[in-house]
């Protein structure tokens, strides 16, 4: 395999907490040198963030945090400022999720970097965007509420729910991968750098999927349905004899599949349940028919049956039986970074003509700042 295709890339990292750490992870992954800034003393706030503690610091720390450096650097100090600036300047990557304008009197805002280091692709991760929403806190589990996330989360009789991670700040890490990428081919192109800028409530947005094209079409605001489908049905939870499965029947083949597996095979000649449009109508009479089929079978029973008919099913499980499920099918979803740390999930993309980086422990707070300050002090 040829070398990682981020080789020689240098990353500095002015991020803290999930969407910016993660982004910055995932080039190093991809072989990017990741130097980490952090504030003296506290470091990233996710280091005390717990219990759990793991390594160095917090289990939420460690998630994020793989394969980097770190140094320590209060950008108020005339000196440690100038390191930064220098570092800055020397990067081709420069991420930060700060408070938008705040960087500005540091000299690190993203006019000022671009002006010294114009091949820069600067990367800057808001909650509402640079505009009016600037002043607005950018959290995840505020944008999972105000960007409507929450009001499609959760049972149709109960309060909204978030989602049971920090979703939003991954997708914008996600999205703020993508945009690194895209303008370093650009700038491959070009010789230019540029701003890239991606904000929590947009990556949301984006990713409303069918629930935000709904809208859009009908003007009807989605609502929360549980484990239910809007569209598609028999796509949910079912209740057997000894716990829940997930079925997710996408087509009237696969419907006919499933009646006959479950010993009812009149319901899919039933009119009420013989389209998709149908069953969606009629999703009530058509749960209480499939659970009441499915009261005497059990869980595992009935999976393994409609996997046979090719009926898309599986066992609610749990994070402990998922990461089970993925070794169990040859996934390799785990990655050891040394002694004294948990493992990691691995880099969850695999390439055939090159290989993600193998993975090293999260750094301790400073841990490479001594041999940092030095290469820095000595660049021209």
Not at 270 to 293: H, K, M, Q
């Amino acid at each position: 395999m040829s070398r990682s295709p981020l080789d020689g890339l240098l990353v500095a990292d002015f991020s803290r907490v999930l969407a910016g750490p993660s982004a910055s992870m995932w080039l190093a992954d991809l072989g990017a040198r990741v130097i980490k800034v952090e504030r003296p003393g506290t470091g990233d706030d996710t280091r005390a963030f717990g219990p759990p503690w793991a390594g160095t610091s917090s289990a939420y720390f460690e998630s994020a945090n793989r394969s980097k450096e770190s140094i320590a650097l209060d950008l108020a100090e005339p000196d440690d400022q100038a390191l930064a600036r220098t570092l800055a300047a020397r990067a081709d990557v420069v991420l930060e999720n700060f408070r938008t304008g705040s960087l500005a009197r540091y000299g690190l805002d993203a006019a000022t970097v671009l002006s010294a280091n114009p091949r820069a692709i600067y990367c800057s991760i808001t909650g509402f965007g640079s505009g009016a929403g600037a002043h607005l806190p950018g959290y995840d589990f505020l944008v999972q509420a105000v960007g409507g996330l929450m009001s499609i989360t959760g049972d149709p009789d109960g309060e909204p729910r978030k989602v049971g991670v920090a979703l939003v700040d991954l997708l914008a890490a996600k999205d703020a991968v993508i945009g690194i990428l895209a303008a370093l081919r650009h700038r491959d192109a070009t010789g230019v750098g540029q701003h890239v800028e991606v904000d929590l409530l947009s990556s949301l947005l984006a990713s409303l999927a069918n629930q935000a094209s709904s809208f859009l079409a009908t003007g009807d605001a989605p609502h929360a349905m549980g484990n239910q489908h809007p569209s598609i049905a028999p796509y949910e939870t079912l209740r057997a004899s000894d716990g829940m499965l997930a079925v997710a029947v996408g087509s009237d083949r696969q419907f006919r599949a499933l009646a006959a597996v479950l010993g009812v095979p009149a319901l899919a000649d039933d009119p009420r349940f013989a389209s998709n449009g149908a069953r969606v109508g009629n999703r009530a009479e058509l749960i209480a028919a499939l659970e009441g089929a499915l009261a005497s079978m059990p869980v595992d029973d009935a999976v393994e049956r409609m996997l046979a008919a090719g009926v898309p099913a599986g066992r609610v499980g749990d994070i402990p039986s998922a990461f089970a499920l993925a070794q169990s099918l040859g996934l390799d979803p785990l990655v050891d970074v040394g002694e004294g740390h948990p493992a990691q999930v691995r880099h969850p993309v695999r390439y055939s003509a090159f290989a993600a980086v193998p993975p090293t422990a999260p750094p301790g707070l400073d841990a490479d700042g001594p041999a940092l300050r030095a290469w820095l002090s000595a660049i021209d």
